[in-house]
């Protein structure tokens, strides 16, 4: 009975009626349609007869009974008329040990040809920091293996660190020193931004067969939309957050924070944001935090950040 009452819990949830709408205007990043019933967040699939393909996109604002969205992949193909369909889902992530040693996109799906992940459980690649008073307080080292940091720059266990520094000065390298010998028990690595050639560079020689075993990297370059270079650090994020609540102590690695803040500007703006401080919206300020809180220290395990 145990059994089954978990699939009766799932068809409780489901529901059998599939919103859809009409695409009305396309203009830059941004798709505009009249319907679906949907949420801010929501993805949705927007069928392209042209191509024969569909194309997912999310929720990012509403106006009325017009409803934006901003695609994952490229626009080619979308046209007026295109029939959008409401999945009824936010973006989720499947997870579970099987994604160490893996390489995945910024929907969390394999893309090193190493077939796909089997997964029963999924966790939202948007989700809410843990509560302060949940935190563990840090008085634990973490070694990061590189010792001008272990010596000069000790670091705790859910303790967050950033590196500032120029192009081609040595920050993936040490990131990639860190992912090989720290002394953390899984390595998550979100490349948000990168250049499509430095991504095989990284992979094989910064981080190296060792380094890639104890780790999952979710790879989001710069020539993909703003949204899927934003989702991509939500959804390491969130595979970070699946292995600290098996106890583990997790080392979350970005490259670039930067980038993400400029994927999340090109969004706002697109929905008609006004620009600030150099050129960002609000929706960057408001991003920021709720997405750096989510690491540290829980009753369960840590996320270190750098």
Known sequence: MENLSKYLSVVDRT???????????????????????????????????KTDRAAFAEVVGLRGESVQLMSYSNLDGIEAGCTVIATGDLLSVPVSKRLLGRVLDSMGRPVDGKGDIVSDQSYPAVAQPPDPLTRRRITRRIVTGVRSVD????LGKGQRIGIFAGSGVGKSTILGMVARNTNADVNVIALIGERGREVREFLENDLGEEGLARSVVIVSTGDTPPLARLRGAYVATAVAEYFRDQGLDVMLLFDSVT???????EIGLAVGEPP??????????????RLLERSGASDKGTITGI
């Open 259 to 265: 980038r993400f803040a400029r994927a999340q500007r």
């Open 15 to 49: 529901d059998p009626i599939k919103y859809t709408g009409r695409v009305t205007k396309v203009q830059g990043l941004l798709v505009e349609s009249r319907g679906p019933r949907a949420v801010i967040g929501e993805v949705c699939k927007i069928l392209i007869p």
């Open 276 to 289: 600030t401080t150099r050129g960002y919206t609000p929706s960057v300020f408001d991003s920021l935090p």
């Open 151 to 154: 010596g000069l720059l000790p």
